[in-house]
């Protein structure tokens, strides 16, 4: 992977984490999401004027435009793997700091891993 991919894979993770943990936090503000029929579009009106919910979506869609130009000039086999460890990790830690969720040593073990298998892929010719 060229270090303008790594570069660009990283952007993503940022911006793909960054957006899920907004819109996790908009959908909490917002009183959830029930997936019931009766309720739905009144849920989803409440997640569209949630202003933090919002901003969760604009950075999940700029993280998959920026992937656009991640899979037309790198290899996906390499990048895709990083991208979904980077996220795993970043996620799980983010939850953890801002949602106060806990994470077992069994997640931790298979973070480490992850960690393992991270450098391996990005450090692969």
């Known amino acids: 992977m060229s ?3 790594l570069f660009l894979v ?3 993770a940022f911006l793909q984490v960054s957006g899920n943990l907004l819109l996790r936090a ?6 959830g999401l029930s997936l019931n029929l009766s309720t ?4 989803l009106r409440r997640l569209l004027l949630n202003p933090v919910f919002d901003l969760g979506v604009f950075l999940y869609g700029a993280a998959s435009v920026v ?6 000039s790198e290899s996906l086999s ?10 795993f990790i970043l996620v799980t830690a983010g939850a953890v700091v ?3 969720e806990t994470v077992s040593a069994q997640k931790l073990v298979g973070l480490f ?9 990005a450090t692969a010719r």
């Open 113 to 121: 891993v992850l960690l393992v298998g991270i450098l391996m892929v």
């Open 26 to 31: 908009g959908v909490v503000g917002a009183g």
């Open 10 to 12: 990283l952007l993503v």
């Open 67 to 72: 992937w656009f130009g991640v899979v037309s």
């Open 78 to 87: 390499s990048s895709y793997p990083l991208l979904v460890a980077l996220s």
């Open 40 to 43: 739905l579009l009144a849920d």
């Open 98 to 100: 801002l949602f106060q």
């Open 3 to 5: 270090n303008r991919g």
